[in-house]
């Protein structure tokens, strides 16, 4: 009889996840990935930290661990451990040290980041690897994400790995977004429990202060980015935030995987949010819906014949704000309507609040965040903007997509991975794009989309090839399932060289040289 396979063991680490706790892209990720991975057979269990004002309501979980004693510093603050087993099989753990995590926001106001980030997420690290001999799940693979989990890679590497229980787990290391890098003053390292010299150029050390995101880069056995176009941006000078030299470092380990769309949530054919339900082959309710957005956002219904263009965004120089200002007099020009969603720098804020005052027959801005109007719009609009300075995957154009909400976008990072220009001679293509990051560059690209928009076939068309597109997680969870097994194979070969060198290897740590990563510190 043949033995069956044990099934692969997955702890994945985040600092939100979706529907718990949400600011961006990562939660939707977080939400979605594990159960793709469960499908193929994986024994995945995730965990992050207890929001208590976001996790609170969340009726049935359970206590699995109490008191558990988690090392900081000199200290060791206990920490309580609650869990769910969800329908598709994934174990979801929260960490609760109220201290920690009990705030309003998940990293900091609008007023800027939380004082203790370094502390909160360092505990958080620590809690992880604490946590799993209590609940008796031996990860074969921890899978970290962004820098709230930078210190997890390390750890593993640096602290646990000699320990008997952890000798055989590989880290995979993903970078959502490289913008955000979790750097604090090198005065907190004791904090941390590393070795000393774990703060300098080959380990976590960045231009004299302490980042977490080069940690995981340096640590972990596999890094990945959400996008393959990313991963390659990410190794320049224009994309790479300082990491560059890091990332071209170590970029035999460095892979892209394009984020998947979750179709459970993101579907017109089932979409309990808006007004009428559509598909494919019958799009009628795409106007119904238009019709209703109009008037949830207080724009005239006159405007259900023109171009309704929507956004929906943390309002953060990432996101193209500076060109949508730059192009607003001559768009509001036109015959067109404009609903924005989205809250973030005070800066946009007030830019757009103002443009919505001046032409409130045309523009409409929500500051908020809106689960419920984030669908509205992606099912009402009739063309979705990103005209992104950078965009590592981005879901929404590919939300757009599905929902017959023509993208137009940046060709940069996931932005230029998903979204191919439609060719009116070829009949193919489910999008606009633009090069360049410049006005006149986006200016044109709303100019060709307007164009075609005035000849019903055409859009159609274009409105089919990309609800016809797919990119469920499916596909995704498939290329993460092929990395873990290389990251084990990475980790094996490790452990064998350590052998042959013996112990003397076993104090060090990574040799990767990064002769670019030094230059004046960066906030
Ligand atoms: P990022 O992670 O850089 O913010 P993504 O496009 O990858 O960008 O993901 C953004 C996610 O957050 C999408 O699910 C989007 O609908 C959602 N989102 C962003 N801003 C808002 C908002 N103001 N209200 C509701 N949902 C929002």
Redesign the pocket.
Known sequence: MVKKKAPLRVLMTFSEVAPYA???????VAGALPSALSELGCDVRIVMPFYNRFIEKIADKKLAVENLSVPLGSQALAADIYHIRLDDGVVVYWIQRDEFFDRSHLYGTSKGDYFDNFQRFTYFARAVLAMCPEVEFKPNVVHAHDWQSGLVPAYLKHLYGTNEYWAETASVFTI??IAYQGQFAPELFPLTGLPANFLSLDGMEFWGGINFLKAAIVCADVITTVSPRYSEEIQTKDYGQGLEGVLQGNRSRLFGIL?GADYNEWNPETDPYIAANYSRHNLDGKRICKLDLLREVQLPERLVDRPLLGA???LAE??GFDLLAAVLDKLVDQDIGLVI???GDDKYQRMLTDVADRYSKKVSVRL????R??HKIEAGADMFLMPSRY??????QI?SLRYGTVPIVRATGGLYDTIKPFSPERGEGVGFRFSKYEADSFWRALMDAFALFKQPETWRQIIQNGMAMDFSWKTSAVEYLELYEKALAEKQRAAERGQKTGAAEEKGISRVRNPKSEGPNRS
Do not use: M, V
């Open positions: 949400k600011t961006g892209g990562l939660a939707d959502h977004n984020n929906i965004s943390r990432q996101k969603l989205g809250i908020e965040f809106n689960e109007l984030a965009e590592p995957c981005g879901l929404n939300y």
